[in-house]
């Protein structure tokens, strides 16, 4: 070892705490989760659109790429608005009241940036379209956020910042109310139920989608009159949902354990799962 490297770690540690809080959507493992059950569902021509739009290193591996949005929000700034929705800290969400970013541009949000890529999108294969758009990203985004849309507290309260101000300990480590829906939550199943391999978490809910939730999902995919991406619907449900579910109960500085965790896994398994279905009932509808 270098005689620098005494000095190297603690300062690389350092420099590790002392990275401002990231505001992102599902961690890896969800992003991964519903990228996975949406590829599955395709339909032939959005399963061959998909391959094509994928960059050949992703060996037609849409989920490989999921979180591909996150890790380009620093070169993308004018992206880091686009991943969630702030209410007024009110339980319930308005497209034109709250879709906006912080400088009150109407449109700026997770929804509004949904039904953006989706129409994108739409112009695939059409030689007439304005071609300016890059379609891989555009695909790369509606998939990232079609996740965080189905993450409870990605439209939530303007006050807290999702939940990102809200200290917590997780069991006995600290963190915050946000992180504890991005990763904890799915981490601590993977954990204690799936040997901690997130493929048979992910295998499981795809068994409860054709199983348990087979008579739901009809419902799940439809969108209203002719509508390609029904990002509203989604939004609506997730406030309630970080009302019901991720607020429920907790304050700054509570131990969340056992009780918070059984009771929300539910939630979250059936988020992801909603999440995927609904990706690819969008692109079977984009490239149908
Ligand atoms: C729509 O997509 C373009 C291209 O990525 C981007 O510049 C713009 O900010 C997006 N707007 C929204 C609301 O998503
Ligand atoms: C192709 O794009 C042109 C120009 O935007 C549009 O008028 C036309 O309806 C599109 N065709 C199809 C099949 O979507
Ligand atoms: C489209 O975006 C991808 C991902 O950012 C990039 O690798 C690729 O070079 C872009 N394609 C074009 C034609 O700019
Ligand atoms: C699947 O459904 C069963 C039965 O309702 C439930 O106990 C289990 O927690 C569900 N698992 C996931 C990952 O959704």
Not at 182 to 206: G, H, L, P, R, W
Request: aromatic share 10%.
């Amino acid at each position: 070892m270098a005689s620098g490297s005494g000095i190297q770690i603690p300062v690389l540690i350092l420099l590790l705490f002392s990275l401002p809080a990231v505001i992102h959507g599902w961690g890896v493992d969800g992003h991964l989760s519903v990228c996975q059950i949406a590829q599955e569902r395709l339909s032939d021509a959005a399963a061959a659109a998909v391959k094509e739009l994928l960059p050949s290193y992703a060996d037609n591996d849409l989920s490989s790429l999921c979180s591909w949005a996150d890790r380009i929000k620093f070169r993308y700034r004018w992206s880091s608005e686009l991943h969630f929705i702030n209410t007024p800290d009110v339980c319930n969400y308005n497209y034109d009241r709250d879709c906006k970013d912080s400088k009150g541009v109407k449109g700026r949000c997770v929804s509004g940036a949904i039904t953006n890529y989706t129409n994108q999108l739409l112009t695939y294969g059409n030689s007439s379209a304005d071609s300016s758009y890059n379609l891989t990203e555009a695909l790369l985004f509606l998939s990232h956020f079609m996740g965080d849309i189905h993450q409870p507290l990605h439209v939530s309260f303007a006050s807290d910042k999702g939940g990102n101000t809200i200290d917590v300990h997780w069991y006995r480590r600290k963190t915050v109310l946000h992180h504890v829906w991005d990763d904890n939550i799915i981490e601590t199943a993977e954990d204690q139920f799936y040997e901690s391999n997130v493929e048979e978490f992910v295998d499981e809910i795809k068994r409860n989608i054709t199983g348990e939730w087979s008579d739901q999902v009809p419902k799940w995919e439809k969108c209203t009159n002719k509508g390609v991406a029904c990002p509203d619907i989604y939004a609506s449900e997730g406030i309630t949902a970080a009302c019901d579910w991720a607020y429920k109960d907790v304050k700054e500085d509570s131990v969340l354990g056992d009780d918070y965790f059984l009771t929300r896994l539910p939630v979250v398994s059936l988020r992801l799962a909603q999440g995927g279905v609904r990706l690819a009932a969008t692109l079977n509808r984009i490239f149908g």
